[in-house]
């Protein structure tokens, strides 16, 4: 791993951008690095970290979102299980665009409260046309609507990932059990990945994330659903708090259809292997070649 700090990589990209135009890029990371300390500022990448230095980042955490928000969590590094490797499918047939799934996400991952953001977007198509040059996702009213379909999007967790291919510094990557990750700590915001993603899965912190103190989720995981920065990329980890200790993803077991499916691609016994093997299954923008691991298909 290169040895490359925040600091070593915002000189090098005053070179690449040229002053004003890096001005622009990194504003947002004002909020980010004022509310840095020291400790944070000097962390080591997650993948060089001992156990018993991550055990001190984590009650860090911690006592800081307590401080700060005035509430209890408890921060866990949670790894891979190991020889599993997970995958998700999506039955279109069923899905009614009701959007319980991105409220969930919205609620699970604690996301900042007055954009309402979240990890999945729902898009509204024409039945019978596949085409993402036409879709609508601020929709309102009742669904499902009449002559409509409706397609969730998220993370695809591809196996050829091009959003970790362009990070310049290996701020992100792709785990054992096929989810890619963040490491919120070592992100420099320069929004690289955002660009590189087909599917706009990542979302970027303009500001702190504002949660009012009773709606804290304090089930949290370091590379997951921890309050995050300003500054900093952020994405769909799979709920990997959740599913890494045999829970399912919030947008799952919110689905009011069944339309979601989860589980271990390598289990031969599992629902989502059984999909596989008997669904017509696709994938969204296949000739990329992000080999994903997001599946979509229709009972027909």
């Known amino acids: 791993m290169a040895d490359t700090t925040r600091r070593t990589m915002m000189k090098g990209g005053a070179t690449l951008l040229g002053t004003a135009a890096l001005a ?16 944070e500022f000097l962390q080591r990448h997650y993948k060089e970290l001992s156990r018993d230095e991550m055990d001190v980042i984590l ?17 866990e590094d949670v790894r891979p299980l190991e020889g599993v490797s997970f995958g998700y499918a999506l039955n279109l047939s069923a899905c009614i665009g009701c959007r319980r799934c991105a409220e969930a996400c919205h609620k699970e991952n604690n996301h ?12 509204q198509l024409d039945k019978g046309s596949l085409s993402l040059g036409n879709v609508e996702v601020d929709y ?12 969730p999007v998220q993370c695809h967790q591809c196996d050829n990932p091009p959003c ?7 701020a992100t990557w792709k785990e054992p059990d096929g989810i890619v990750v963040v490491d919120y700590d070592w992100c420099i915001g320069c929004r690289y990945c955002e660009a590189g993603c087909p599917y706009h ?26 309050i995050r920065p300003a500054g900093v990329m952020e994405k769909c980890t799979f ?14 077991e919110v ?46």
């Open 24 to 39: 622009r890029a990194v504003a947002p990371l004002a909020e980010w690095s004022e509310s840095l300390d020291m400790d």
């Open 201 to 226: 899965a990542r979302r970027f912190n303009w500001h702190t994330p504002e949660v009012p103190a009773e709606e804290i989720n304090p089930d949290q995981a370091y590379l997951s659903n921890r």
């Open 255 to 300: 689905c009011p259809t069944g339309s979601r499916v989860f589980g271990d691609l390598n289990d031969p016994d599992s629902q989502i292997r059984w999909v596989l093997a008997n669904k017509r299954v696709f994938i969204l923008k296949e000739d990329l070649g992000t080999l994903p691991r997001f599946f979509y298909f229709f009972d027909v």
């Open 140 to 151: 309102e009213g009742e669904v499902p609507k009449k002559e409509h379909f409706y397609m």
């Open 112 to 123: 900042d409260r007055a954009t309402n953001n979240s990890y999945i977007r729902v898009l």
């Open 59 to 75: 009650r860090r955490i911690e006592a800081k979102t307590l401080a700060e928000h005035g509430v209890e969590v408890h921060v």
């Open 239 to 252: 709920c990997l708090h959740r599913t890494r200790k045999g829970r399912l993803p919030a947008c799952l």
């Open 164 to 170: 970790v291919n362009v990070c310049p510094i290996e």
